[in-house]
Every structure is written in C-alpha cells, then in structure tokens.
RNA sequence: CGGGAUGUAGCGCAGCCUGGUAGCGCACUUCGUUCGGGACGAAGGGGCCGGAAGUUCAAAUCUUCUCAUCCCGACCA
C-alpha cells in the first residue's frame, strides 16, 4: 500500500481528552476518531488491526470447532422478558421502539438470541454439542466510558456459545476455549494471564478472565510468585488464618474503656494510641436485604462485600448508608462488644493476640479485647481482600503479588440458566427432556488492539506486534526528488509486495523528518530506510521499530534480509 | 448516579477576573529557498467564541438555564 492512497490522518499533539497511552497512540496514528462518548469511528488503518485480530480469533474459534455465525443487533424485547433480563439489566441495556411502538433493545450480549436459535432448531442429543461465534458490534451504555475504545460504549466484540447435553461435554468446550484463549493472545503478541474470575450475578460454575497487565487497567490481579495461581482481586481466596491456629495469650487483660475524643479512622485512632492498625478491629456496618449486619476484620484490611454476601447466603448486600441510619449506631465508634446486630468476622481476627475496637459510644474505644476469648461466639470466615504479599491461597511457599490488569476475554460455564428460562430443550438417549448446558465465552477484539498498544509502546509512539501490525514493513524513500532513491525504493517496495508482506511504501512528498516520526508513531515493526547517502554504496538501512536497532545491508539482498528478520520477530 | 473540570479555527492553547466586536503555535493553500529526525521566508484561506435566554449603548468576557466532553468515585453479563 502506498502511504498516498491510504488516509493515515497523523496527529502531532494528542487530542486533550485522551488521558492513557493507548487512547492518545490510536487517535494520534490515525487509527480512530471519537463520534461521541464511547462511540468510535475506525479508520483504515485501525481497521486492518482490527481485522488482524479477528482473523486471528477465527483460525483459532474454528480450530476448536466453534462456528462463525451473525446474529441480529436489534433484538425484539420478547426474548429478554423471556430470560428475565428486559427488567435486570438495567439502563445498560439500549432500549429502543420501531414505528408499531414494539420493544427492541440494541444487544449487548445474544444468549437471548443464540439460545432461541438453537431452541427452535435442535431437538436431540445426537445434534450437540455445538459451539457457535460471532465478531459483531456490541451496545452497552455504560454509565462512563472511559479510555477511548478500551471502555467504550459501541464496541467489536467476539462473543461464542456453546449447547452441551452434559456436563462433561461443556467442560471439555470449556477447556478448549480456554486453550483457544490463550493461543489467541499469545499469537497477538500480548504477555498476558488467565485468572480466576466471579461468575457474577450470572451464577455458573466455572468463569476465567484473560488479562493482559497494564498500569492503566480497571481489575487488580492477584498472582502467586511461585506457583501458577492468578485471581482477580475482587474474589481471590487467601490463605485462612484460622487455619493455622488461634493466636495466643497468656497474659490477655481485661477489656477497658478509653477515651478517644474525636478519633474515628483508623489513621486517628492508631496515631493517638501509638499502635498500629494491625491492632485494631475494624467494624463495618452492612445492609442486606437480611437487614443491616456488621463485618469485622483487622483494621489494615477491607471487607470484600461479595464475600461477605456469600458468608451470609443473602440476596444483595452493600454498604450501609450513615447518612440515612437512625442514631443507635456510633458511626467511628463501632466495635464487636455490645453491638445489637448480627457480626460476621474475618477469621483473621482470631489470630490477633490484643485488639482495639469501637465501644459503641461516642468517643470511646475498648482496649484489651482478646479476641479467641472475647469474639468466640461470632461466625467467621474469609471476608477480605487479598491483597499483595498475603501468603498464596494455593501453594505454601509463595506470596501473592498484586498487578493491574484489562480484561481481554472471559469465559463462562453458564449450566442451564438461561436454557432453563427460555426452555433450549432436548431428549437425551432416554428419551428424557433436559435443559441444555451453556457455556459462553467473549473477547473485546477493539480492546484487544489497545490493550497491546498499552503494553508495547514507547515515548515515540506504537510498537505493534507484526502479528497485528497493520503492515509488516514501511519503506521510507528519504527523498521522493532523487530518482535513484525512488527507484530503489519502488522495486523494493513491489518485491516485499510480490512475496506477500504488507508494506507501505512512503511516497508522499515531505522530508525526511517527517517521515520518520510519522513511521516511528505508526509502529511497523520494520523501517526499511533509502537515502541517496548510502544508496551510492548500494546500502540501505534496516531498523527495527522495538529495539531501535539499525543495520545497514545491500539493497540487492534488502528484501530476503528483511523477511528473514521478520520471521525472526 | 454523586463529586470535579473543560467547551474559542482541523489539533494544542491564550484572551474572560477588569465587557468595546478574536489571537498564538502547529496543520492547510500559493510562490521561492531548503531536503536523513516534525525546515525557512513571503503572501493567503478558515471561527455566528457549544447552545438558549437575560443584563447592557455594547457580551467570548457578567448572570441564569441547557447541551456536550473528560477525570475521580459508585456501578458493571
């Protein structure tokens, strides 16, 4: 391709409202332009990242069986009543009326539709398994969109399905996906990790998250320095204190009450006791639709709320609002002893020798709490966060460590929970009807594109892996006027075409500088450089884009030189 | 949905406090010189200052409302 007839609008300075790397790079090369909040317009040359990707994510869906299908954007209302989620979903969901005034919604996600699909059409257990995909646009009105195309609102998403008559079938599907998964980023060129994952209000069985870290990403990951456990923070299991015994103290006090006027955070109350907030019982107060309960952990930690609803086997839970509770609580001055309400605690707690803790009553606290004698009758369990160097939850030696990550792709045993609702029935050899079993499985293909940009760049600009590298090579003519130059440059140009690199010649008419910084920001993992200079040695000059290296080879040997390191790459 | 900020030329910004009819850099057009890391000179083109209402002789500037965008948080199959 030639730079002159591809339209590659650069940018010099980087557009004010792009705050991460990745979001300046895509609208500084040229690849997106932003049409409103969260909805982008892809460019050409952002295109043909995009199609790299996919294709990639086809090769590998249809290794595993998976089959490309195209499902509707414009769902009818009916399906997701059906599924129960016309009225869950909530205001993500872009609801939308045709001309009769009937119900339609812009998917955000098609169970509703591939699981009607495959309910009208498939009867027998001799018709399943069956694993179906798309690369489709998604909609989801995300309250803020964020990050340019990493959190937007309009987004390219692949999503599969999978239709199994047992559980054994969608196990196996499961883990050819997950296979699938991580050949797919590995060939993209992205370090990345398959962590444990919440299964949400979605419920099944089994669920992981493939992450690629970044500073900028949204999930904190949680990782094992030894072994090979990885969690997302948000329901990584620790290691439970409790099972490693109470902690003992011969010479426990007596609890005492003391005065701390005005000292209600951790931060106040450690400063003005001289103690550390290992030392404190930290008592938060939560409302549950089993009415307003209260967690306990050790005050340096924080109540992971959906662990604690699962401690509690409640419907919801959140935290409690202090502005609108009546006054019997001392908000600052909480505390296990004498509280009028159900306590749940980490089981950490039990491990601390001495404790600090709210008295219940205004600017008082209790010291000398040992909790094993004090805090016994409370139900405990692991209600925390994990968080970095806790001790892995899986193997003995390591110690957790604690990254950000973008969540690329998640995967899901979905059991029969929408087949259930909206009856994706067959007979199994028995004769019996059953619900089918459901997995399903997504990759954000536009996030996938960022998430790399935001993993491989440098101050210059892009560093795209040549697997998605929207080309392989830019030949840069340094000074279009020099015929020899031009010359040189064309019949490389159409040999690297001729054996099917992708390249882009820079043809347009500006300097050398110019060109560079344009290329430099584009990322092509090779720069093949041609100057009058050392052209009249018959030299031309190889860079690679990533380590910045140079090397200077004969123009008659450029191209079989240039496909080699390529290879090499 | 709560908190914060910003809307002035394609991009980045100044002007606003102290009202007097819009400016800088880059980009763009033409000509000349230059030509291996974002050249130089000269001459140009482009903006109802996000929108509406109000105050005023006069509004980019003051007031009110509204819309949009971004950031932090809550939320997130």
Known sequence: MRYSQIFIPTLKEAPADAEIASHQYMVRAGLIRQLASGIYSTLPLGLRVIRKIENIIREEMDRIGGQEVFLPSIQPSELWKESGRWDFYGKELLRIRDRHDREFCYGPTHEEVITDLVRKEVKSYKQLPLTFYQIQTKFRDEVRPRFGIMRGREFMMKDAYSFHPDEESVNKTYDDMARAYSNIFERCGL??????????????????????????????????????????????????????????????????????????????????????????????????????????????????????????????????????????????????????????????????????????????????????????????????????????????????????????????????????????????????????????????????????????????????????????????????????????????????????IETLLDDRPERAGIKFKDADLLGLPIQIIIGPKTLQEGLVELRIRKSGGTLSIPLDQASEKAQKILTEL
């Open 191 to 500: 370090e990345y990790k398959k962590v444990e994952a919440d299964t949400g209000a979605i419920g099944g069985a089994r669920s992981h998250e493939f992450h690629v870290l970044a500073d900028s990403g949204e999930d904190e990951i949680g990782f094992c320095d030894i072994c090979d456990f990885a969690s997302n923070l948000e329901l990584a299991q620790r290691r439970i204190p409790s099972e490693t015994g109470e902690a003992e103290n011969q010479d426990a006090k007596a609890i005492e009450e003391i005065s701390t006027p005005g000292k209600k955070t951790i931060e106040e109350v450690t400063s003005f006791l001289s103690i550390t907030p290992q030392e404190i019982i930290k008592t938060v107060i939560f409302e549950s639709n089993a009415g307003l309960v209260a967690g306990l952990c050790r005050g340096d930690r924080e109540i992971n709320p959906i662990k604690l609803k699962k401690l509690l086997d409640c419907e919801w839970l959140h935290p409690a609002d202090q502005s609108k509770q009546d006054d019997s609580i001392a908000y600052g001055y909480i505390g296990p002893i004498g509280l009028k309400l159900p306590m749940y605690a980490d089981a950490e707690i039990l491990q601390m020798p001495q404790a600090v803790a709210g008295a219940n009553k205004t600017d008082c606290h209790l010291t000398g709490i040992y909790p094993p004698r004090d805090l016994s009758t409370i139900k405990t369990g692991d209600i925390c966060f994990a968080k970095a160097n806790d001790p892995c939850p899986q193997c003995d030696k390591g110690t957790l460590q604690v990254k950000r990550g973008v969540e690329l792709g998640h995967i899901f045993v979905l059991g029969n929970k929408y087949s259930k609702s909206m009856k994706a029935h067959f007979l199994d050899a028995n004769g019996k009807e059953q619900a089918m079993i459901m997995g399903c499985y997504g990759i954000g293909v536009g996030r996938t594109a960022a998430a790399a940009i935001e993993q491989l760049h440098d101050e210059k600009g892009i560093c795209w892996p040549k697997s998605i590298a929207p080309f392989q090579i830019e030949v840069i003519p340094v000074n279009i006027k020099d015929e020899a130059t031009v010359t040189a440059a064309e019949t490389l140009y159409k040999t690297l075409t001729q054996n099917g």
